[in-house]
């Protein structure tokens, strides 16, 4: 029992815990103010400089081989580099390489890990602090930075796959070089291989935290490939466009006009900026400004003025610029130049340019205007020409370095169009009859060209004779090429003047931008909406876009102004007193970003952030900064206009008006990421190193290295036509080392790994999986019939409804609002909540679902509602089907009652957008897709609803997804060799092999019927199904061995293939499908494992009388191709699938079996001729040989008698000479040799 306290300290005690109680319920107050700004810094080091503090260039693109000696040391561990197949190997399993870095990829041997050039080094820094010291505490608490590179698409997707893929790392702590007091560590940063991929030269590089240590925000750095840096002969890094300057003289920057960034967008790799007074040099970067350099162009600058081209005042000015993904383009005065970079990871025996090439040598250009956007595999960009071609504009098109230009229209030019056109009307173009003199002159001022449609926007100004102006966008068709239409021509918006500068058009979202002293905008170039509220005395200078659905504009007294989209209203954001509070608060603080002197060089949008570059001077130093503009800071100033006072109980007091409709905004629902925005993941960590400290040597690192390089080879040689048992890229790499898991961790637990690093299996695989952050993905991919879901939650206050309003009046305030948008509306039933009595209450929270592309995007709306919430609740849900308009507004009540009483409810409405499956043909995977663009605004909540987070605050109310319609990247055909077997097993009772068995690729006997299937591999999911398309089968090559197979013609495809062909040429037919595309049969998953292929061979086929090669039986190889283009209607893919089938056992033709069989019974015959033969004299052979071996026997034996007498008489003879005189009679052995020869004759 615990004792009394007097009273009065149990009421000090619970009155002390007040303040801290409310400290604990505002967690995000206390972490506003209490969490230190800290940034990750990232720089590149080359593996030479690993622990220096230094910062390389990227531009090398070679593989490096500084890792093989490392991995041969791994000899007892999962990583085998005898088991890296090489060139040739690869080449015989149907693989396609992954050139990573290099275009002599193909030729190198792959019995070798490689790696790449360059390591990522990271560390951070908080305030003030020094970073070394932030590095070592944070390494002692666990932090470990979480790298994810993404790599861009290329634009030429003719050589290369399109795809979006990402590799995720994790940084490896590493000691820096040098000295050190310490025992343990002085100076030290993380590492990470900083990969490359061919295709692809533009990447970002994502930093975050793993989760310990302190709040680090996640940055986001580009790292991109600059190709026009080189070595000179001392191994010094120069410029191959010029040369570059040390120093940033003030003349270059002060008080000079600021000037646009123009750019391929997130396809050019470097970005170019020109307009320094007075001298041909150009700012150039690969980091987005994070850092850049000065570079004096090396161009002859010669010009000399015609008749034709007249030039006024010369200037060494670079007037415009613009970089697109290999090549640069430069126009001083009325010159045009362009130089290629040297990007092997684009193309491979293309050479760069070696110097400045000038282009349209002939022609007088006034302008260059920039596409942002690719289209059909190359890049593009406008020409506008003056005086004798006046009208008239040249297309570039820039394919793999390669430039080339096109005068457009073919015939007559514009002018002349618009002329015969006012002609034909009766009137003079740009004005009325002047006297009847007729008299014309237009100039073409701006030109978009949108590529996915073939179609120039041009913004022409006519010239009246009275020398009044009047000015016209027109459409001008380059496929029908003589067709145009005029867009606008003389509405009267304003009674002031208007005089256009330029436009702007946003493929995503068909919006259309006409600035000068005004702005107008337009959605599909239809019912132009005038801007009022932006000032008449300022002219605009150039407007960016970061078809995030943000506008910036600057005026030509270097003025920003803000605007969103599909709104009616521009903010200005400086000069502004917003402008100047956020100055001052910076200049007190010291920041290095501000200064009282500064101009601004240029203006641009970065991950959908605006920046600005500006030039600072003050007392320090003079200097270029990147710094971000606090855009919603900045708006939030404008809220503090509207105030009131408030009298309360004789206190006055001053109040603010919050304009935001809805106090919480909610995204829920949402499907994974990963399957809309089709982004392909690997994870990669590094491996365990031995040491106590854990920190890595460069042995570890180079180990790192490699493994990364052989995750993303293998995720290139996966492409390939059989699909393997196991739909994962990494199944081949460990799957004869999975069973030594337990062994290899049982070394590394001992400190037993070789090389003193341990490689985790597991650490090294493709993600299939990822978690929704609520947030709206960065793209969403839609197939033909597919949908997108989620929900939009809008918890607004009480005030926010009202009573009494009918549905019909609600409908007719939607139409109306509609009408102001220039635009058609559907509004959704308005639900009412019921309770007994006939009353109805709405809320005034009204949410619009913009659509750029109504006729192939539908949205669809359901409603729940949920009692005691004070929240609205929609549900959006993409899909594809039937016409709608462009605008969805979507008008709900969230409570009700007929007393005038507050029912806290929630609504739940569900959007559906939907693909209309009738928009799009098919295509290759990621290629070719309809840009479109959805917007989700609650209506009055642009400008006015603002989010506070630890990074400051955020927008609410707008939202903007880029949409792609047709067949998404990531998903291909292949070949299901294992149920192809099971299933022709199955059917044909057996299954015979080739004697010579091919793993990679079995045989298939020929008098079998043959069943194949296919499967729709998700690369992005890690899906794999059976194709259930419809689908064409082509024989289109073959040969009898693998080194003769060739590629057919047109007309020996369809002999081979056609069943209408009489020419007696099929290669194979099928009985049961009777449904033909043209003259091929059209084949599905179901029918043809009913009827299955039958193989045939006929006389005039090239599979007809194969020579067998030696004792086997015949074979064919036949290059077979699979296509569902135009045959199948349950998507926007175009599959195509080639791939190597072999057959054995194919039989002869008549004549050459008739012939061998001739001869194999003659042989035979003669064989059984020659044994009766044999068996019939055999006999007397054997009795002939024998009476001959005797007689042979006899003659040998008969001379070895008489030279055994011979020699014996002559010893008897010297016998006798030496003994005495010799015997007169005869001897007994001669009487007895003289009887037998006797005998021998009477015989």
Same mark, same amino acid.
């Given at each position: 029992?615990?004792?009394?306290?007097?009273?009065?300290?149990?009421?000090?005690?619970?009155?002390?815990?007040?303040?801290?109680?409310?400290?604990?319920?505002?967690?995000?107050?206390?972490?506003?103010?209490?969490?230190?700004?800290?940034?990750?810094?990232?720089?590149?080091?080359?593996?030479?400089?690993?622990?220096?503090?230094?910062?390389?260039?990227?531009?090398?693109?070679?593989?490096?081989?500084?890792?093989?000696?490392?991995?041969?040391?791994?000899?007892?561990?999962?990583?085998?580099?005898?088991?890296?197949?090489?060139?040739?190997?690869?080449?015989?399993?149907?693989?396609?390489?992954?050139?990573?870095?290099?275009?002599?990829?193909? %030729?190198?041997?792959?019995?070798?890990?490689?790696?790449?050039?360059?390591?990522?080094?990271?560390?951070?820094?908080?305030?003030?602090?020094?970073?070394?010291?932030?590095?070592?505490?944070?390494?002692?608490?666990?932090?470990?930075?979480?790298?994810?590179?993404?790599?861009?698409?290329?634009?030429?997707?003719?050589?290369?796959?399109?795809?979006?893929?990402?590799?995720?790392?994790?940084?490896?702590?590493?000691?820096?070089?040098?000295?050190?007091?310490?025992?343990?560590?002085?100076?030290? /940063?993380?590492?990470?291989?900083?990969?490359?991929?061919?295709?692809?030269?533009?990447?970002?590089?994502?930093?975050?935290?793993?989760?310990?240590?302190?709040?680090?925000?996640?940055?986001?750095? %580009?790292?991109?490939?600059?190709?026009?840096?080189?070595?000179?002969?001392?191994?010094?890094?120069?410029?191959?466009?010029?040369?570059?300057?040390?120093?940033?003289?003030?003349?270059?920057?002060?008080?000079?006009?600021?000037?646009?960034?123009?750019?391929?967008?997130?396809?050019?790799?470097?970005?170019?900026?020109?307009?320094?007074?007075?001298?041909?040099?150009?700012?150039?970067?690969?980091?987005?400004?994070?850092?850049?350099?000065?570079?004096?162009?090396?161009?002859?600058?010669?010009?000399?003025?015609?008749?034709?081209?007249?030039?006024?005042?010369?200037?060494?000015?670079?007037?415009?610029?613009?970089?697109?993904?290999?090549?640069?383009?430069?126009?001083?005065?009325?010159?045009?130049?362009?130089?290629?970079?040297?990007? &092997?990871?684009?193309?491979?025996?293309?050479?760069?340019?070696? /110097?400045?090439?000038?282009?349209?040598? /002939?022609?007088?250009?006034?302008?260059?205007?920039?596409?942002?956007?690719?289209?059909?595999?190359?890049?593009?960009?406008?020409?506008?020409?003056?005086?004798?071609?006046?009208?008239?504009? +040249?297309?570039?098109?820039?394919?793999?370095?390669?430039?080339?230009?096109?005068?457009?229209? #073919?015939?007559?030019?514009?002018?002349?169009?618009?002329?015969?056109?006012?002609?034909?009307?009766?009137?003079?173009?740009?004005?009325?009859?002047?006297?009847?003199?007729?008299?014309?002159?237009?100039?073409?001022?701006?030109?978009?060209?949108?590529?996915?449609?073939?179609?120039?926007?041009?913004?022409?100004?006519?010239?009246?004779?009275? &020398?009044?102006?009047?000015?016209?966008?027109?459409?001008?068709?380059?496929?029908?090429?003589?067709?145009?239409?005029?867009?606008?021509?003389?509405?009267?918006?304003?009674?002031?003047?208007?005089?256009?500068?330029?436009?702007?058009?946003?493929?995503?979202?068909?919006?259309?931008?006409?600035?000068?002293?005004?702005?107008?905008?337009?959605?599909?170039?239809?019912?132009?909406?005038?801007?009022?509220?932006?000032?008449?005395?300022?002219?605009?200078?150039?407007?960016?876009?970061?078809?995030?659905?943000?506008?910036?504009?600057?005026?030509? /007294?270097?003025?920003?102004?803000?605007?969103?989209?599909?709104?009616?209203?521009?903010?200005?954001?400086?000069?502004?007193?917003?402008?100047?509070?956020?100055?001052?608060?910076?200049?007190?603080?010291?920041?290095?970003?501000?200064?009282? #002197?500064?101009?601004?060089?240029?203006?641009?949008?970065?991950?959908?952030?605006?920046?600005?570059?500006?030039?600072?001077?003050?007392?320090?130093?003079?200097?270029?900064?990147?710094?971000?503009?606090?855009?919603?800071?900045?708006?939030?100033?404008?809220?503090?206009?509207?105030?009131?006072?408030?009298?309360?109980?004789?206190?006055?007091?001053?109040?603010?008006?919050?304009?935001?409709?809805?106090?919480?905004?909610?995204?829920?629902?949402?499907?994974?990421?990963?399957?809309?925005?089709?982004?392909?993941?690997?994870?990669?960590?590094?491996?365990?190193?031995?040491?106590?400290?854990?920190?890595?040597?460069?042995?570890?690192?180079?180990?790192?290295?490699?493994?990364?390089?052989?995750?993303?080879?293998?995720?290139?040689?996966?492409?390939?036509?059989?699909?393997?048992?196991?739909?994962?890229?990494?199944?081949?790499?460990?799957?004869?080392?999975? %069973?030594?898991?337990?062994?290899?961790?049982?070394?590394?637990?001992?400190?037993?790994?070789?090389?003193?690093?341990?490689?985790?299996?597991?650490?090294?695989?493709?993600?299939?999986?990822?978690?929704?952050? &609520?947030?709206?993905?960065?793209?969403?991919?839609?197939?033909?019939?597919?949908?997108?879901?989620?929900?939009?939650?809008?918890?607004?206050?009480?005030?926010?409804?009202?009573?009494?309003?009918?549905?019909?009046?609600?409908?007719?305030?939607?139409?109306?609002?509609?009408?102001?948008?220039?635009?058609?509306?559907?509004?959704?039933?308005?639900?009412?909540?019921?309770?007994?009595?006939?009353?109805?209450?709405?809320?005034?929270?009204?949410?619009?679902?913009?659509?750029?592309?109504?006729?192939?995007?539908?949205?669809?709306?359901?409603?729940?509602?949920?009692?005691?919430?004070?929240?609205?609740?929609?549900?959006?849900?993409?899909?594809?089907?039937?016409?709608?308009?462009?605008?969805?507004?979507?008008?709900?009540?969230?409570?009700?009652?007929?007393?005038?009483?507050?029912?806290?409810?929630?609504?739940?409405?569900?959007?559906?957008?939907?693909?209309?499956?009738?928009?799009?043909?098919?295509?290759?995977?990621?290629?070719?897709?309809?840009?479109?663009?959805?917007?989700?605004?609650?209506?009055?909540?642009?400008?006015?609803?603002?989010?506070?987070?630890?990074?400051?605050?955020?927008?609410?109310?707008?939202?903007?997804?880029?949409?792609?319609?047709?067949?998404?990247?990531?998903?291909?055909?292949?070949?299901?060799?294992?149920?192809?077997?099971?299933?022709?097993?199955?059917?044909?009772? %057996?299954?015979?092999?080739?004697?010579?068995?091919?793993?990679?690729?079995?045989?298939?006997?020929?008098?079998?019927?043959?069943?194949?299937?296919?499967?729709?591999?998700?690369?992005?999911?890690?899906?794999?199904?059976?194709?259930?398309?419809?689908?064409?089968?082509?024989?289109?090559?073959?040969?009898?061995?693998?080194?003769?197979?060739?590629?057919?013609?047109?007309?020996?495809?369809?002999?081979?293939?056609?069943?209408?062909?009489?020419?007696?040429?099929?290669?194979?037919?099928?009985?049961?499908?009777? +449904?033909?595309?043209?003259?091929?049969?059209?084949?599905?998953?179901?029918?043809?494992?009913?009827?299955?292929?039958?193989?045939?061979?006929?006389?005039?086929?090239?599979?007809?009388?194969?020579?067998?090669?030696?004792?086997?039986?015949?074979?064919?190889?036949?290059?077979?191709?699979?296509?569902?283009?135009?045959?199948?209607?349950?998507?926007?893919?175009?599959?195509?699938?080639?791939?190597?089938?072999?057959?054995?056992?194919?039989?002869?033709?008549?004549?050459?079996?008739?012939?061998?069989?001739?001869?194999?019974?003659?042989?035979?015959?003669?064989?059984?001729?020659?044994?009766?033969?044999?068996?019939?004299?055999?006999?007397?052979?054997?009795?002939?040989?024998?009476?001959?071996?005797?007689?042979?026997?006899?003659?040998?034996?008969?001379?070895?008698?008489?030279?055994?007498?011979?020699?014996?008489?002559?010893?008897?003879?010297?016998?006798?000479?030496?003994?005495?005189?010799?015997?007169?009679?005869?001897?007994?052995?001669?009487?007895?040799?003289?009887?037998?020869?006797?005998?021998?004759?009477?015989?």
């Amino acid at each position: 029992m615990y004792p009394a306290i007097p009273v009065w300290l149990r009421v000090r005690g619970l009155q002390s815990l007040w303040p801290l109680l409310a400290v604990l319920l505002a967690p995000r107050l206390w972490a506003v103010f209490n969490t230190q700004v800290c940034t990750w810094q990232v720089v590149l080091n080359r593996f030479s400089n690993l622990g220096r503090d230094v910062n390389d260039r990227f531009f090398e693109q070679e593989p490096l081989d500084t890792v093989g000696k490392v991995f041969r040391t791994l000899v007892d561990s999962p990583i085998d580099p005898k088991e890296v197949r090489s060139t040739k190997s690869r080449e015989s399993e149907g693989y396609t390489g992954m050139l990573l870095g290099s275009g002599n990829f193909t %030729h190198l041997s792959l019995q070798k890990y490689l790696g790449f050039p360059y390591y990522l080094k990271i560390n951070y820094s908080c305030n003030e602090e020094q970073s070394q010291n932030l590095v070592r505490r944070g390494h002692l608490v666990g932090l470990k930075p979480m790298v994810l590179v993404t790599f861009y698409a290329p634009v030429n997707f003719y050589r290369w796959k399109i795809e979006e893929l990402q590799i995720q790392m994790e940084a490896a702590p590493f000691r820096s070089r040098g000295s050190c007091d310490a025992t343990e560590v002085c100076v030290m /940063n993380w590492y990470t291989p900083m990969p490359i991929k061919n295709g692809s030269v533009v990447m970002s590089v994502e930093i975050s935290s793993n989760g310990l240590g302190p709040f680090i925000p996640n940055a986001r750095f %580009h790292m991109n490939i600059n190709g026009f840096l080189k070595k000179d002969e001392e191994n010094n890094i120069r410029f191959t466009v010029g040369e570059e300057l040390v120093e940033l003289m003030p003349r270059y920057f002060l008080n000079a006009p600021s000037r646009p960034v123009w750019h391929t967008e997130n396809h050019s790799p470097v970005f170019i900026l020109g307009g320094i007074p007075d001298e041909k040099a150009i700012l150039m970067t690969d980091t987005n400004f994070k850092d850049f350099s000065l570079v004096e162009l090396s161009i002859d600058s010669c010009w000399v003025g015609s008749f034709y081209c007249p030039q006024v005042d010369f200037s060494a000015t670079i007037y415009d610029a613009i970089s697109t993904e290999s090549t640069l383009f430069i126009r001083q005065n009325q010159l045009v130049y362009y130089f290629s970079g040297t990007y &092997n990871t684009l193309y491979e025996k293309r050479k760069p340019s070696e /110097n400045w090439v000038r282009v349209l040598a /002939n022609e007088c250009i006034k302008r260059l205007c920039p596409v942002y956007f690719n289209s059909n595999g190359s890049d593009y960009i406008l020409a506008l020409t003056s005086g004798k071609h006046e009208g008239y504009i +040249h297309l570039g098109t820039i394919t793999d370095g390669q430039v080339s230009f096109k005068m457009l229209p #073919n015939e007559e030019s514009v002018c002349e169009m618009i002329k015969g056109a006012a002609t034909s009307d009766g009137f003079v173009a740009g004005g009325g009859d002047c006297g009847g003199q007729r008299t014309f002159k237009c100039s073409i001022m701006w030109a978009e060209y949108l590529a996915s449609d073939n179609e120039l926007v041009l913004l022409v100004e006519n010239k009246k004779p009275n &020398n009044k102006l009047l000015y016209e966008v027109i459409e001008y068709d380059l496929i029908k090429d003589m067709d145009f239409m005029m867009i606008i021509g003389t509405e009267a918006f304003t009674t002031t003047p208007m005089v256009p500068k330029g436009m702007f058009f946003n493929t995503y979202n068909n919006l259309l931008f006409i600035w000068g002293n005004f702005l107008i905008q337009s959605y599909m170039s239809e019912n132009f909406i005038y801007l009022a509220n932006f000032p008449k005395e300022l002219t605009i200078k150039y407007l960016i876009n970061s078809f995030r659905g943000d506008v910036a504009i600057v005026t030509e /007294n270097e003025e920003i102004w803000y605007h969103i989209e599909g709104t009616y209203k521009v903010y200005q954001l400086f000069p502004s007193s917003a402008w100047n509070t956020e100055f001052t608060l910076q200049m007190m603080q010291k920041s290095t970003l501000y200064a009282s #002197n500064e101009t601004m060089v240029t203006l641009f949008y970065d991950s959908g952030k605006l920046y600005q570059l500006v030039y600072l001077m003050d007392e320090r130093q003079q200097r270029l900064v990147k710094r971000p503009i606090p855009v919603e800071k900045l708006l939030i100033s404008y809220q503090l206009k509207h105030h009131y006072l408030d009298e309360t109980n004789g206190n006055r007091r001053v109040s603010f008006t919050n304009l935001c409709p809805f106090t919480v905004i909610r995204l829920g629902e949402m499907p994974d990421p990963h399957i809309y925005t089709r982004q392909e993941r690997y994870r990669a960590r590094p491996p365990l190193v031995m040491e106590s400290s854990g920190f890595h040597s460069e042995s570890s690192l180079a180990v790192y290295q490699g493994l990364v390089y052989y995750l993303l080879w293998l995720h290139a040689k996966y492409d390939k036509p059989y699909a393997d048992p196991v739909h994962d890229p990494t199944w081949r790499w460990w799957k004869n080392k999975k %069973h030594d898991k337990d062994y290899f961790f049982y070394l590394a637990s001992n400190r037993q790994s070789a090389g003193g690093v341990h490689i985790d299996m597991d650490s090294y695989e493709k993600v299939y999986s990822s978690k929704s952050s &609520n947030t709206l993905p960065e793209r969403i991919f839609l197939d033909k019939g597919t949908q997108f879901h989620f929900s939009i939650i809008l918890t607004s206050s009480g005030n926010s409804f009202r009573m009494g309003l009918s549905i019909s009046q609600q409908l007719g305030e939607g139409r109306a609002a509609g009408a102001a948008r220039g635009a058609a509306l559907i509004p959704a039933p308005a639900p009412s909540l019921r309770t007994g009595s006939s009353f109805d209450l709405y809320s005034r929270v009204m949410v619009s679902v913009v659509l750029a592309d109504p006729d192939c995007v539908e949205a669809e709306v359901k409603e729940r509602v949920i009692v005691n919430r004070n929240t609205v609740l929609f549900q959006v849900r993409l899909r594809q089907g039937g016409r709608g308009a462009v605008v969805v507004l979507l008008v709900f009540a969230s409570a009700g009652s007929g007393s005038g009483h507050r029912f806290p409810t929630s609504s739940h409405y569900g959007v559906t957008i939907r693909e209309r499956s009738f928009c799009y043909e098919q295509g290759i995977s990621g290629k070719q897709l309809l840009r479109t663009a959805l917007m989700v605004k609650v209506i009055g909540s642009s400008g006015h609803c603002f989010q506070n987070t630890l990074l400051g605050p955020l927008m609410q109310g707008n939202l903007m997804v880029p949409v792609f319609i047709g067949c998404p990247p990531g998903k291909r055909l292949a070949f299901d060799i294992t149920n192809t077997l099971h299933y022709n097993r199955k059917e044909n009772k %057996h299954y015979f092999d080739c004697l010579k068995v091919d793993p990679e690729r079995p045989c298939f006997l020929f008098r079998d019927l043959f069943y194949p299937f296919f499967l729709i591999q998700d690369l992005v999911t890690g899906e794999s199904g059976s194709f259930e398309g419809s689908y064409v089968l082509k024989v289109i090559g073959g040969g009898p061995t693998m080194d003769t197979v060739r590629d057919y013609s047109e007309e020996e495809i369809y002999r081979y293939n056609s069943p209408l062909d009489k020419t007696r040429s099929l290669i194979w037919t099928t009985k049961r499908i009777k +449904h033909m595309d043209g003259p091929f049969f059209v084949m599905s998953h179901k029918t043809l494992g009913n009827s299955g292929i039958e193989w045939l061979c006929l006389e005039n086929s090239p599979c007809y009388d194969t020579v067998p090669q030696g004792i086997y039986t015949p074979e064919f190889y036949f290059r077979v191709l699979v296509s569902n283009r135009n045959v199948d209607n349950s998507t926007y893919c175009d599959h195509q699938l080639t791939f190597l089938l072999h057959l054995h056992g194919l039989p002869l033709s008549a004549k050459r079996a008739l012939f061998i069989v001739m001869v194999s019974s003659g042989f035979f015959v003669g064989l059984v001729v020659l044994y009766i033969l044999i068996c019939l004299v055999w006999p007397y052979v054997v009795r002939a040989w024998a009476s001959l071996r005797w007689k042979i026997n006899n003659i040998i034996a008969s001379e070895s008698y008489y030279t055994y007498a011979s020699s014996s008489r002559a010893f008897s003879i010297s016998s006798q000479t030496s003994s005495g005189p010799p015997s007169k009679g005869p001897s007994k052995v001669d009487t007895r040799d003289t009887e037998d020869e006797e005998e021998d004759k009477a015989k």
